[in-house]
């Protein structure tokens, strides 16, 4: 006998805001639908929870914590015909759900595919082109100067041991990039129809089902040090060569006007290749000067910079969640101050609950701070970056112009430490005051810390716009501004200071027929997630083109992913 219902079509809309008290099951959604749209026990065919946020904010003076879901609703057609459906529908509190994404581009044939496709890269940016490339039946080799995630635990070590920086195996290079050493963050402002396709590949490689829907999803490093070998066991099925230790050396052009790359020279020997598509990340300096000088284009733009500060956690639980930290677990903030007129605006970025301080770095001399932590948060302490921003009006319109700027910043920190990656810190408070911090308190960073002036130390811009957001801050978490929160060293590398023009459509580096810029290195992406998303986003357009479609035909609507 058929399954009652099986020749009823389907229909999936999205509920938006339904609440959830602090530890009440996501069991109670189903009853809250049912209430909400009039709907019968045997009309809801499925739910799936497509967001959860949590609620913290305070109402009349208290705060009643609550989670904020929306969820997609799975209906036979024509159920809704409740008059509270049909408010829902009419406040735009019911709406038909988005379509999910798609990577697989029809049409494609066996003359498309010809040649191997370059990609240049393991970071998010790189791996989900090279994993878009290759569910599409493309042959693809892929890149990376460092090591694979197995092999970047010792170099790390000898740096901690040594304080001698291995230039090519570090925080920054090798496979996963910068981000598999942070706190795994995975979620972004993008709204892009790929998001949840590639999230449910995380969760295919062993990352938590929840990260599909939690609004501030996280992953954790150490989780990331088990998906990224089986994300790469997978990609290798579906034909990916890697190579890693093998870094860009320069170009093989070939024709006049709109120039297309026929091969890539690397350290372990040339490599021909149909396209190549360039993931190299936010700290490539040395990579970006060899393109140039091939003649990819390059132009200044704006980045974040500032000063990491670390809390004790406890603090931030207990502004944040109250008596509730017990049950919620490690608290994080997300915090702004708006600019006034003149006056900058700063705000909060790369926040880490439970985490810690690490130096950044992939050269000697200078030295660059950022935030990491495990996915139980249980470091006891919080830490994240408090930037601003600086543009070619503060340092220059030359397309390297920024790199030069942090450069020089990276310097000064480095010298005011001792010359040693010991750190220089200063307390919140006398950072407002101006005065030294004789014996700073404890921090995570592994190096060290010595009193300093950084608010000598950043320039002006930046000590005007972080004090603001100090005293703003301190309003919504009690103590943030005091001696409890100190600031570490300089955070000068949340986005890249150079731009890799590109077709906005095509995603082709201008003047090339076959560059794609992808990612923070060239300019477009600011986290992991917005990343990936540009990769993948990359190569489908390669793909479409080669199908005869218009770029964004099988993806929907794709919005540049920039800063």
């Known amino acids: 006998m058929p399954p009652k219902h099986a020749d009823v079509p389907l229909e999936t809309y999205r509920l938006f805001d339904l609440a959830l008290d602090v530890g009440e099951g996501e069991a109670n959604l189903v009853r809250q639908v049912r209430t909400r749209l009039g709907l019968a026990d045997e009309e809801l065919r499925g739910l799936r929870i497509a967001r959860k946020a949590l609620d913290a904010r305070k109402r009349h003076g208290e705060r009643r914590l609550e989670f904020v879901c929306h969820v997609d609703v799975v209906v036979a057609a024509g159920s809704l015909r409740s008059k509270s459906a049909k408010r829902e529908l009419a406040s735009g509190k019911l709406k038909r759900a988005p379509l999910p994404g798609n990577v697989l581009v029809p049409g494609l044939d066996d003359a498309a595919r010809r040649g191997r496709v370059l990609v240049v890269g393991s970071g998010p940016a790189g791996l989900f082109a090279a994993w878009t490339l290759a569910k599409n039946g493309f042959a693809v080799t892929l890149i990376e100067r460092g090591p694979p995630v197995e092999e970047r635990a010792k170099p790390l070590v000898q740096f901690h041991r040594t304080r001698h920086v291995d230039p090519e195996a570090n925080l920054l290079f090798g496979e996963g990039g910068a981000g598999t050493y942070s706190d795994g963050k995975i979620y972004t402002r993008v709204d892009d129809p790929l998001e949840v396709v590639l999230l449910e590949e995380l969760v295919a490689c062993g990352a938590p089902a929840n990260i599909v829907y939690d609004s501030l999803a996280h992953i954790g490093t150490d989780k990331l040090h088990r998906i990224l070998p089986e994300l790469r066991r997978r990609l290798a099925a579906l034909g990916v060569e890697f190579r890693f230790r093998t870094r860009l050396e320069g170009l093989v052009v070939r024709g006049e006007g709109e120039r297309s790359i026929v091969a890539a020279d690397t350290t372990a020997g040339r490599i021909e290749c149909a396209a190549l598509f360039l993931a190299v990340g936010h700290s490539a300096r040395e990579t970006w000067s060899r393109l140039s000088a091939c003649g990819v284009p390059f132009e200044a733009k704006p980045f974040q910079l500032g000063l990491r500060i670390e809390h004790p956690q406890e603090l931030v639980d207990r502004a944040r969640y109250g008596d509730a930290a017990a049950i919620l677990g490690a608290a994080s903030y997300n915090l702004l101050s708006k600019a006034e007129g003149e006056l900058p605006a700063a705000f909060s970025f790369c926040m880490c609950p439970g985490g810690r301080i690490v130096a950044s770095v992939n ?187 218009s770029p964004g035909s099988v993806a929907l609507a794709r919005p540049e992913a920039g800063l």
């Open 363 to 549: 050269e000697p001399g200078l030295l660059c701070t950022n935030g990491m932590s495990n996915s139980r948060h249980s470091s006891g302490w919080a830490t994240a970056a408090l930037v601003t921003t600086f543009g070619p009006r503060e340092f220059g319109n030359e397309p390297f112009a920024g790199v030069a700027f942090q450069r020089e910043l990276e310097a000064r920190f480095f010298a005011a430490g001792g010359s040693d990656f010991t750190a220089p810190a200063q307390s919140a408070s006398d950072f407002l005051a101006g005065r030294v911090t004789a014996k700073p308190r404890h921090s995570t960073y592994p190096f060290g810390t010595t009193g300093a002036r950084l608010d000598e130390l950043v320039p002006p811009l930046a000590r005007t716009a972080l004090a603001r957001a100090l005293e703003r801050f301190e309003r919504q978490i009690p103590g943030f501004a005091s001696d409890a929160g100190l600031f570490v060293g300089l955070e000068s590398r949340s986005s890249g200071p150079v731009r890799i023009p590109r077709d906005k459509h095509s995603r082709l580096a201008r003047g090339f027929a076959n560059l794609f810029p992808l990612g923070e290195g060239a300019g477009y992406a600011g986290g992991i997630m917005s990343a990936a998303l540009d990769g993948a986003n990359g190569a489908l357009a390669y793909l479409e083109v080669l199908a005869g479609r």
